[in-house]
């Protein structure tokens, strides 16, 4: 996995099918390698109703930076890989004790990425 590159920590992978999949550990260790400043890398991937994975590769990094590659496998919405570097990374309640984030400050086509 890229993320266990350059001492990086990796917080293993998550593969969320319709809400089945989530990974609450995964969530955690890279929500806390944020707070610690340390660096470390987890990948997300959904699928849209139609069955097409959308994947997230997150590495947090000191600065703090969160580096962001996303493929898209969308076949009716934008498919392709594009690479964002973003500022904050902000934790964001979901149903029960499930959370996602939403980093902020990013370059590229949006400054804004939302990862339910």
């Known amino acids: 996995m890229p993320s266990e590159e350059n001492g990086a920590s ?3 992978r998550e593969t969320n099918v319709h809400g089945t999949g989530y990974d609450a550990a995964a969530r955690a260790c890279l929500w806390d ?4 400043g340390s660096t470390a890398g987890l990948m997300i ?4 109703v139609e069955g097409d994975p959308i994947s997230y590769l997150m590495r947090v990094r000191p600065g703090p930076i969160v580096d962001v590659t996303e493929d898209s496998r969308d076949r009716f919405g934008s ?4 690479r964002t570097t973003c500022k904050t990374l902000e934790k964001r309640a979901g149903s029960g004790d499930r959370f ?3 980093l902020r400050g990013c370059d590229g086509r949006a400054s804004e990425i939302v990862i339910p």
């Open 10 to 12: 990796s917080c293993g």
């Open 33 to 36: 390698a944020w707070l610690n």
């Open 45 to 48: 991937t959904m699928h849209t």
């Open 79 to 82: 498919p392709g890989v594009t």
């Open 100 to 102: 996602g984030f939403v």
